[in-house]
């Protein structure tokens, strides 16, 4: 059974600083996916991750994807408050089911 | 273009009450599928279909039926609502299963059972 694990659940950073989100997964994958949410609202897509060594970037959001550790990470760099929010990492399970992980909530403060 | 609308946006039932969560999209999406999010644990698949005709179960199905007579419409049914059906349930759409594409999310029906 496919697990998806993030961490840290929490973080509180300050405007400016550098950060990394993980996301492990326990068994083999191809694709990963980012989301992003906002309190009270739905789940906007940032990345699609389709292969080992796939990296993105939007802005000052990079995801990558390692398929021979299970790893994603997402990195903040020079944080923003308009980046405070949650965001979820996602693996295709196979028979298309996509397993998302617990989420990290995000707060940035000034 | 609406993309994925979802109805309603808040629902208070009574145990054992019944009702339909509609979800409809407009992009001609094969890959529909039922979400559920409880505090803690990220979202959860409850049932998907590849197509019109074509359902099968998530991770947690049980207490919910889901059809697909067209493409545009993947309806979620609660048969007899339950305290632990208290959810914010989304519906999502993509093209051509997940082989490439990201998945586009309703808005999310936020469902109280009391």
């Known amino acids: 059974e496919l697990k998806v694990e993030q961490n840290p659940l929490f973080l509180s950073m300050q405007e400016g600083k550098n950060y990394t989100i993980y996301c492990n997964y326990s068994t083999t994958s191809d694709r990963l996916y980012w989301y992003r949410q906002d309190p009270g609202k739905s789940l906007e897509s940032l990345f699609v991750?389709?292969?080992?060594?796939a990296v993105k970037q939007e802005g000052r959001l990079m995801a990558s994807l390692d398929t021979k550790a299970r790893l994603s990470t997402l990195h903040i760099t020079a944080a923003v408050h308009d980046l405070s929010a949650t965001y979820f990492c996602a693996v295709d399970g196979g028979a298309q089911k996509l397993v998302f992980g617990q989420g990290t909530r995000l707060t940035i403060n000034p | 273009n609406a993309g994925v609308t979802q109805t309603p946006k808040f629902q208070v039932l009574k145990t054992g009450q019944s009702m339909t969560l509609q979800c409809a999209q407009d992009m001609n999406h094969e890959y529909m599928s039922w979400y559920r999010q409880d505090p803690g644990m990220g979202l959860r698949l409850i049932h998907y279909s590849v197509g019109a005709g074509i359902t099968d179960q998530g991770e947690v199905p049980n207490g919910y039926n889901v059809s697909r007579s067209t493409t545009e419409d993947f309806p979620l049914r609660l048969l007899s609502a339950a305290p632990s059906q208290t959810s914010v349930y989304f519906c999502a759409s993509s093209d051509r299963g997940l082989t490439n594409e990201k998945l586009f999310f309703g808005s999310g029906t936020q469902l109280s059972v009391l």
């Open positions: 991750l389709l292969s080992n060594g």
